[in-house]
């Protein structure tokens, strides 16, 4: 797809480097243990170099008319949209995701880049009378200034795209820090960026398997002015506490445990059909991923029939399968992580209703699994399960739906399926989360402010609200 995709480097400053100390490391797919690529295996050196770029382009970037950041934004969507086979391939090879699965992911993951060059042209500022009459107040928005944006390995394009496409439209001059597992993707992204115009030290991209000591680095850099994570709560934690030494802007979208609620009014076909795209898309390893399932008990017994003779027709296999509809999970760590959850639960009570077993190899796989009568005590309702496990707990009464909902430190998503319209206004405001579904399975969307409450973070990403993490303002007073 790109001739740049040359081993063992990376783009710092508009040109193609390896590391400073030479050092490489594979990038592997995740359903059969191949190596796909050896890329750059950047140390601090090379993590501050990136920075000098973003700083050395920072203030030409800051000056360059919006409709020509506008542009390059939507070339470089254009240029995606041409490329996405190439882009589903890629995606899939160091992620795992099923092919269809990985179109979804370039449309959505291109549509930031369409959305944030229509933006780029719209920001604004604003001119008021002063009240007390002493003159006019003028507030002139501008870029935050040079960014680091660090992503997750569970949607490799979009999760870069939802972070470039705003910091771009703003102004905002980048280094970009891709996870270890799924890394191609960020640099054929950076390669293609160039390609449509952008110019050199804008976007950075440092490939490592030493995030914690390279990130430090950043963070105690005093010209960096911004940190945009996505990822684990854990590691959101740390870097805030981090950021903090220099008082930087902060965007942080962390870990979630959603709550997918059902009452007894539901269209069972369309909470089934919400089910499998909530839990069982990008197999279970999404942020918004249905971790929770509150379904009424007079409804309870008939929802898992159903949904478990769906989920026993899903076929688990490697993308280069056209018939796989499940994917492998990132790697075998985390299939030993989600069997634990299930060996956790089923000490505690909860019934197997199918899968609930690790797949032997080649490949991270775990078979989609249905589990009732799960104990809300359970460490897989307490943390974010990121696997295709879909845990039943009955509930009596909307109070109760709502308070065990609630009961949780994260607040991202929520998935709701009724037909009545007081329980939904009732549920929207209380339900402690960013984002509520209402009879969908599937909330993504470029023009929405996706975000979450609680320990899930701060801040958002798509719609107009997602270019404001990107910009500050000045305030002048001209005296009258
Ligand atoms: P992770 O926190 O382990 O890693 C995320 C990124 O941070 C990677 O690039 C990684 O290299 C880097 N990193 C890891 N440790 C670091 C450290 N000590 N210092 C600096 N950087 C560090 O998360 P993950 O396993 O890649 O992704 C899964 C997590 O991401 C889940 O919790 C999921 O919910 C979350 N996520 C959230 C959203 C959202 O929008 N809220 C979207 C996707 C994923």
Same mark, same amino acid.
């Given at each position: ?12 400053g508009?040109?193609w ?29 090379? &993590? ?18 919006? #409709? ?6 939507? #070339? &470089? ?13 890629? =995606? ?35 001119v ?11 507030v ?17 394009? /979009?999760m ?5 496409? *705003?910091?771009?439209a703003?102004?905002?001059t980048?280094?970009?820090? *891709? ?16 390609e ?12 490592? !398997? ?37 008082v ?22 369309? /909470?089934?059909? $919400? ?8 197999? $279970? ?14 409804? &309870? ?19 280069s399968?056209?018939?796989? @509809? ?18 956790d639960?089923?000490a ?36 974010e ?17 709502? !308070? ?13 399926f ?21 009879? !969908?399975?599937?909330? @993504?969307?470029a023009?929405?402010?996706?975000g ?9 990403e ?15 007073? =001209?005296? @009258?």
């Amino acid at each position: 797809m790109t001739a740049t995709l040359e081993p063992g480097r990376m783009l710092i400053g508009g040109r193609w480097v390896e590391a400073a100390n030479a050092g490489t490391f594979p990038v592997t797919d995740p359903a059969t243990g191949r190596v796909l690529a050896t890329v750059a295996d950047a140390d601090t050196a090379d &993590a501050l170099l990136a920075l000098d770029a973003a700083v050395d382009a920072a203030a030409g970037w800051a000056a360059t008319p919006a #409709r020509t950041r506008a542009e390059i934004l939507r #070339r &470089a969507f254009d240029l995606i949209m041409d490329r996405q086979d190439d882009y589903a391939r890629l =995606i899939s090879a160091e992620m795992g995701k099923p092919g269809a699965e990985a179109q979804g992911e370039v449309a959505y993951g291109a549509e930031f880049l369409r959305w944030y060059s229509e933006e780029a042209c719209r920001i604004a500022g604003r001119v008021q009378p002063d009240p007390e009459g002493r003159g006019t107040v003028v507030v002139t928005p501008r870029p935050v200034g040079p960014c680091l944006l660090i992503t997750p390995w569970n949607f490799p394009l /979009a999760m870069a795209t939802r972070k470039i496409g *705003p910091a771009l439209a703003a102004g905002c001059t980048m280094v970009v820090k *891709p996870a270890e597992a799924t890394p191609l993707t960020t640099l054929a992204l950076a390669d293609l960026l160039t390609e449509a115009g952008l110019p050199a030290g804008v976007v950075n991209v440092i490939t490592t !398997t030493r995030a914690q000591p390279v990130v430090a680095a950043l963070l105690e850099d005093p010209r960096l002015r911004k940190i945009s994570f996505t990822g684990s709560t854990t590691v959101g934690r740390s870097l805030i506490a981090q950021a903090g030494q220099h008082v930087l802007r902060t965007s942080m979208e962390l870990g979630g445990n959603a709550p997918f609620l059902v009452f007894d009014d539901a269209d069972l076909d369309a /909470a089934v059909e $919400g089910a499998m795209t909530a839990k069982f898309r990008n197999t $279970g390893q999404a942020c918004t991923a249905a971790n929770r399932f509150l379904v009424h008990h007079s409804v &309870a017994a008939e929802f898992t029939r159903r949904v478990a003779e769906r989920v026993e027709a899903l076929r688990l296999g490697p993308a280069s399968d056209p018939e796989s @509809s499940m994917g492998p999970l990132i790697d075998d760590r985390a299939v030993r992580g989600v069997d634990a959850l299930v060996q956790d639960a089923v000490a505690r009570g909860a019934q197997v209703v199918t899968g609930g077993t690790p797949t032997p190899g080649p490949g991270s796989f775990y078979p989609p699994t249905v589990l009732t009568e799960v104990d809300p005590a359970s460490s897989l309702v307490r943390r974010e399960i990121f696997g295709p496990v879909l845990a039943i707990t009955p509930f009596q009464t909307d109070a109760e739906a709502l !308070t065990l909902a609630n009961d949780t430190e994260y607040g991202l998503a929520a998935y709701v399926f009724t037909r009545d319209m007081a329980r939904i206004q009732t549920l929207m405001g209380g339900l402690q989360v960013g984002m509520v579904g209402i009879n !969908t399975g599937l909330i @993504s969307n470029a023009a929405a402010p996706f975000g979450g409450l609680k320990q899930s973070g701060n801040g958002k990403e798509g719609g107009i609200e997602g270019v404001s993490e990107y910009l500050s303002s000045t305030y002048t007073l =001209i005296a @009258s």
